[in-house]
């Protein structure tokens, strides 16, 4: 009965193995002949029909018609046999001839020293040649076929409990081989099973039930149908861990990308789930796309004991349902799409694992499933070390950044390290050539897998994901990609709810609507758009992206849509430069550079001004690139970068000297004394100012002049020169005046009001404050009306009017928030943390204060990240909590000496002195105030002077050196008064007086 077990090999889902496997010791030798003669002439016939059909398929790539291939040469070689040994030379030379065209290597005898021979030695050199030839091949091609082999030997596949010989266990492997390819399994269910299924029925309906009479079901107390496990298997811990955790009486789903590894995960969960002896019996069936739930339901049943082929599609499946409700197993449906095939599921105390790109399933809650991604980095790095043993010693930087660029996806690096062990060039230049696109080894083929995740989808969805394959990488909003498609509001989310739904698009936000593809996908996406297309493209985002950034510039609270838009604008002035489209390339930056640098977005502001200094710097546009130095330098500034942010400065003021760009120039200066100004050189800073106001006065840029008032006013006032600083801003008010320039003529009563306040005038200061308000209102300038509001609650917080004060901040927390500024709302919510801790509400305070330091974080604004800790610390040291106090107080000097302000440490260092004061530590009190005071003897601020001076004496009190005390008491007095400076005046006098 040699070929009886090719039936059953071949034919194992079409007539169910286990009923025939069975009976077969069992049936006399009239049935045996009955089934053996029929089965052979109708197998190996149909099986060589196959063949032919798939040699003549150019869709059927190499490796599927070697798999086909094999089974073909095992067929013809049992035909041979039986036809008697007339026959057999002419075949065997046939077959040779056949081979030596395909595989010219194939280690085969010579057909002449063959048929020289007897024909038994005849019939054995061919076997022999036969066997070594496909052990050759396999040894190549496919490296688990042995284990796969001893698995059939050890599991069943047996005759009269001898193991099969090598040809047969050979067929069954083929025949396993061939099912699970999908196009070559179509091609043979066809040509091959229709006419097979046919023939059956002719068997007598005696022979039939004498074989029903004589089943002995199989074993079922440990019986395993899952696919053999993969060499060099990575597993996932973690995952494991989870489904571990999850896999219950209820299903669980896998859900995740083209080649994430769920089938594997599953798989690999229930292997070591049997091996242990947690469940005794597993079993795995593909689904896949565009088969029917009767066709998977029957294969299903066909692996269960008691499968009666010759039953309805629906007593098939009834059975099979019956039958694992009655036993302890696990379940896998692999690869779902079609909802409708969860009715597969039994029911307890079967457990099912789906697998599914899609994001969820019927009756599946959340909890229940298990988004599967690519592999954790130490998950790779097992991988290619099992794969590619000492490749990651020597080239483990190239290999992690291929890794990291497919975003591990286990599939993808399966392939990419069995290539790269076959390649013959030198390592480092075969890391450099694996790309998307060439990711192909045998049956793996990852475009081809990607192209067929696509392909089902309407042309809709296809066209919003090339879309989205254009626009940036780290994610897109959906309305701009669905602009870009040409898509309507409807028609966009019908598309990307088909994408999602199979996983081929990502969530990166649902509530701002942000999407992704996985790189892989990109990749071939992008590969497959013709040229015109992905023009036309990115033609498309220009316009999309100019229409909403020059609304923004019309109407600066319309600034969520370009928010969302941001991340396009790099690619969109690389593509505009390309094109030489410079027009429209200097609207684009300057508006997406700015509206990203005023609404927080420094690193993607940062981004677009490095892109566009490149494309600049290549073109030689001199004029262009010190205008970028200077826009780099200010977000640098903003990120306390202040050494980098001056050379850029002086790079710029370079360029401008050598184009005579006066212009640039002062430019240049006035940002450059801001930084001096920080690092507490105050002379360098206005001397630097002093640059500006000449050149202004030689040029007679008037406008220039005002600038340059209000800006060395500004130093003047915050060193504590507060009469040299109002004659400056009086100044700025004339000249103002003389030109109507309305926004200076508000900054200088701002300037003024602030100055008026600390010489406790409040009702002059808020006389000039309400005229900067109304000056703002007229201009619609939102930024200049919200920093007004801010001076003005500062003012009603020195009258204890609080409740006035915080009404104030929160109208200016909202203006800031209309206009998407996080610098004013870190601010305002710094000053309301300061309002509610004089109220005493110390836990809202220290909420709002902690909100200021994470939007200091977001931007990477470490002066405000300073402000933000003092406030804190004051919150603490109010709430006795002075150890808290202390430890924010240290963080805030420390981030003073990274921005090397030195203004910021000299009250740093008078805060720590009081608190440590304040808790006896006396010493270290003094020394701290005596840095303040040195300090402020360097920056020539007097009013730090006195604060110091002041601490100072308080401390000596508290040392019972009351002499001492009054003399630096009494000059603090001095100073405050000399700085009409009545507060601090007040309490100094009171000290004075009670020694």
């Keep these: 009965m040699p070929a009886i077990e090719c039936l059953l090999g071949s034919l194992f889902y079409a007539i169910g193995k286990p009923v025939v496997d069975a009976a077969i010791a069992k049936l006399p030798d009239a049935a045996t002949g009955i089934i053996g003669n029929r089965a052979d002439a109708l197998v190996c016939t149909a099986i060589r029909k196959g063949w032919k059909s798939i040699q003549s398929s150019s869709a059927v790539n190499h490796d599927l018609q070697r798999a086909a291939r094999r089974a073909y040469l095992k067929a013809t070689y049992d035909l041979a046999h039986q036809a008697g040994e007339t026959k057999l030379p002419s075949l065997i030379q046939s077959e040779i001839k056949a081979l030596d065209t395909w595989l010219p290597d194939a280690p085969l005898p010579n057909i002449d020293t063959l048929l020289s021979q007897e024909p038994t030695q005849r019939h054995q050199a061919f076997h022999q040649g036969v066997h070594d030839w496909l052990t050759t091949d396999l040894d190549r091609w496919q490296p688990t076929w042995r284990a796969t082999i001893e698995r059939y030997a050890h599991d069943g596949w047996e005759h009269n409990n001898q193991p099969q010989d090598w040809r047969t ?168 799409w079609d909802e409708s095939l969860c009715a597969l599921n039994p029911g307890p105390p079967t457990t099912v694992i789906f697998t599914s790109r899609h994001t969820a399933l019927p009756d599946i809650p959340e909890d229940a499933i298990l988004h599967v991604e690519g592999f954790e980095p130490e998950e790779t790095e097992n991988l290619l070390n099992q794969r590619l043993p000492g490749w990651l010693t020597t080239h483990g930087d190239a290999l992690r950044s291929f890794a990291r660029r497919l975003e591990h996806l286990p599939y993808a690096l399966a392939i990419a390290a069995d290539l790269l062990r076959r390649d013959t060039r030198p390592r480092a230049e075969a890391i450099a050539a694996l790309r998307t696109e060439a990711l192909v080894n045998g049956t793996l083929n990852l475009p081809k897998l990607l192209r067929t995740a696509i392909a089902p989808h309407t042309t809709e969805a296809k066209a919003l994901l090339k879309a989205v394959a254009v626009c940036s990488p780290d994610g897109v909003w959906l309305p701009l990609a669905g602009e870009m498609s040409g898509l309507d509001n409807e028609a966009m989310w019908t598309a990307a709810n088909q994408l999602a739904d199979t996983s081929l698009l990502r969530t990166i936000d649902r509530e701002t609507s942000r999407f992704t593809l996985h790189t892989a996908l990109r990749d071939i996406v992008l590969k497959d758009l013709d040229p015109k297309t992905q023009h036309q493209l990115n033609q498309a985002r220009v316009e999309a992206l100019l229409r909403r950034l020059t609304a923004w510039d019309k109407d600066r609270t319309q600034w969520l849509e370009p928010l ?83 050379n850029l400065h002086r790079r710029e003021e370079a360029i401008c000297h050598e184009l005579s760009d006066i212009q640039g120039l002062l430019t240049s200066y006035t940002n450059q004394a801001l930084i001096l100004a920080v690092w507490g050189q105050v002379g360098e800073a206005m001397s630097m100012h002093k640059k500006v106001e000449l050149i202004c006065e030689q040029t007679g840029d008037r406008h220039g002049l005002i600038n340059s008032f209000g800006n060395q006013a500004t130093i003047l006032k915050n060193t504590g020169q507060l009469e040299e600083a109002l004659n400056l801003f009086l100044k700025q008010e004339g000249l103002s005046h003389e030109l109507a320039d309305s926004a200076s003529l508000a900054g200088s009563y701002v300037g003024q009001a602030q100055l008026r306040r600390i010489w406790g005038q409040p009702e002059d200061a808020m006389s000039l404050l309400k005229k900067s308000e109304v000056i703002y209102l007229q201009l619609g300038d939102l930024d200049g009306l919200q920093l007004s509001y801010g001076n003005q609650a500062t003012i009603m917080q020195d009258q204890d009017r609080l409740d006035d004060a915080m009404a104030l901040h929160q109208k200016s927390e909202s203006i800031c928030e209309s206009l998407g500024d996080l610098r004013g709302l870190s601010k305002t919510y710094g000053n309301q943390a300061l309002i509610l801790k004089r109220s005493g509400r110390f836990d809202e305070a220290m909420h709002l204060a902690k909100k200021e330091a994470a939007i200091c974080l977001q931007l990477g604004d470490v002066a405000g990240l300073c402000h933000s800790y003092g406030s804190q610390a004051g919150i603490l040291q109010a709430q006795g909590q002075h150890s808290g106090a202390l430890a924010l107080l240290k963080l805030e000097e420390s981030l003073c000496h990274y921005l090397e302000d030195r203004v910021g440490l000299q009250i740093c260092y008078g805060n720590q002195a009081v608190i440590l004061k304040d808790t006896g530590q006396l010493g270290k009190a003094m020394e701290l105030a005596k840095k303040q005071e040195a300090l402020s003897l360097e920056l020539g601020d007097r009013a730090g002077l006195a604060f110091s001076l002041a601490n100072q004496g308080l401390i000596l009190l508290d040392q019972n050196k009351s002499g001492q005390a009054r003399t630096l008491l009494t000059q603090a007095l001095q100073i405050f008064t000399e700085l009409n400076m009545p507060r601090e005046r007040a309490l100094a006098e009171t000290w004075v007086n009670q020694i």
């Excluded at 097979?196 to 019986?223: F, N």
């Excluded at 861990?241 to 969960?269: C, Y």
């Excluded at 997406?592 to 490095?610: D, K, M, P």
Aim: with cysteine; proline share 4%; charged share 25%.
């Design 564 to 646: 969302y838009c941001v991340p396009e604008v790099e690619a969109t002035i690389t593509f505009l430069a390309k094109a030489e489209d410079w027009k429209r390339y200097t609207i684009v930056f300057n508006l997406g550079a700015e509206h990203a640098y005023r609404t927080g977005l420094l690193v993607e502001a940062f981004s677009i001004v490095r892109q566009c200094r490149l494309n600049i710097e290549q073109i030689g546009d001199r004029a262009g690139t010190h205008a970028i130095y200077g826009f780099e330098a200010l977000i640098l500034q903003s990120w306390g970068r202040l050494d980098e942010a001056m």
């Design 169 to 336: 266990l050979m067929t069954l492997y083929f025949a396993e081989e061939i099912k699970t390819n999908d196009r070559v399994s179509r091609i043979f269910d066809a040509e091959m099973l229709s006419d097979i299924r046919a023939e059956i029925h002719t068997i007598p309906q005696t022979t039939v039930d004498l074989l029903l009479q004589h089943i002995h079901p199989p074993d079922t107390k440990s019986w395993n149908r899952l696919a053999p496990r993969q060499p060099g298997l990575v597993s996932r811990p973690k995952h494991l861990a989870w489904l571990g955790d999850h896999i219950t009486a209820s299903p669980v789903l896998l859900r995740g990308e083209a080649g994430a590894g769920k089938s594997t995960l599953a798989r690999d969960f229930a292997w070591q789930s049997w091996e242990r002896g947690d469940t005794p019996i597993v079993i795995e069936q593909f689904c896949g796309r565009g088969r029917s739930l009767e066709s998977i339901g029957v294969e299903l049943a066909a692996k269960l004991p008691h499968h009666e082929s010759r039953q309805s599609p629906e007593h098939q499946i009834e059975r099979a349902h019956h039958w694992l409700r009655d036993n302890k197993a696990l379940l896998i449906l692999d690869d779902i």
